[in-house]
């Protein structure tokens, strides 16, 4: 799996978007890139993935360069329950779940929502 | 539904000593991960189960860590006998399809403490 860039810390003040950023410059054709967020004293949670279009859903915007060497995630109207340590993976994804399909995790940026 | 359910939550145990963690994933999930989570780091995959198989255990101490699944549902992690450096977050994941590819869902952790 390719490995990733992430600023090790952010802050932002609740009610403004916040935009993580993360480098993957050696992703393969054929890797996901993935984010996962950890709320202190909780287990991972997954939060989006996408392939080379932008995805949305409930919970944030993942916008992926038309490269594939960045992707910044975006949480549109932060609170202060996204304060957690914010990972991006990249992966290869399959529809088997094989020895290929591990999450390889760095240490993630911890971003800090301010009241 | 349920999430991934782990115990104990926190362990405190002497280096030499032996212990266990449990997991139950989520109902149906065939694939079971066990992470160990070093303070300040990112979760790293120590062992992946199919079913009642061992998938992925290049990562795992095999000289003092253990793993198995014998039906196929709940696991037990054991660390026999523990070192100081064993001091770390253990978590279990189970995975399903989320569209057309796997995803991860985190239990809460075990905290172990070796002193």
């Known amino acids: 799996d390719a490995k990733t860039t992430q600023p090790p810390s952010m802050d932002c003040a609740e009610g403004r978007a916040a935009n993580l950023p993360c480098n993957h410059s050696?992703?393969?054709?054929?890797?996901?890139v993935y984010w996962y967020r950890q709320i202190h004293s909780q287990g991972p949670q997954y939060i989006i993935h996408?392939?080379?279009n932008n995805e949305t859903n409930e919970m944030a915007s993942l916008i992926i360069t038309e490269d594939r060497k960045s992707s910044t995630l975006i949480l549109p109207h932060a609170t202060l329950r996204d304060t957690a340590v914010y990972y991006c993976i990249v992966r290869v994804a399959t529809r088997r779940e094989t020895s290929g399909s591990r999450l390889t995790f760095g240490e993630g940026t911890q971003l800090t929502v301010n009241p | 539904e349920a999430g991934v359910a782990q115990s104990p939550r926190y362990k405190i145990i002497e280096k030499r000593q032996s212990v266990a963690f449990w997991c139950n994933p989520i109902s149906g999930h065939a694939t079971l991960y066990w992470y160990q989570q070093i303070l300040g780091q990112g979760p790293k995959l120590l062992i992946q189960f199919q079913n009642n198989g061992v998938v992925d255990d290049s990562q795992l101490p095999k000289d003092r860590f253990s793993a198995e699944r014998l039906k196929g549902v709940d696991s037990t992690l054991k660390i026999q006998p523990a070192k100081l450096e064993d001091s770390a977050v253990y978590l279990c994941?189970?995975?399903?399809?989320?569209?057309?590819?796997?995803?991860?869902?985190f239990g809460p952790g075990t905290r172990l403490t070796v002193t």
């Open positions: 050696t992703i393969s054709g054929n890797e996901y």
């Open positions: 994941a189970s995975s399903s399809l989320r569209g057309s590819l796997y995803e991860q869902y």
């Open positions: 996408g392939l080379k």
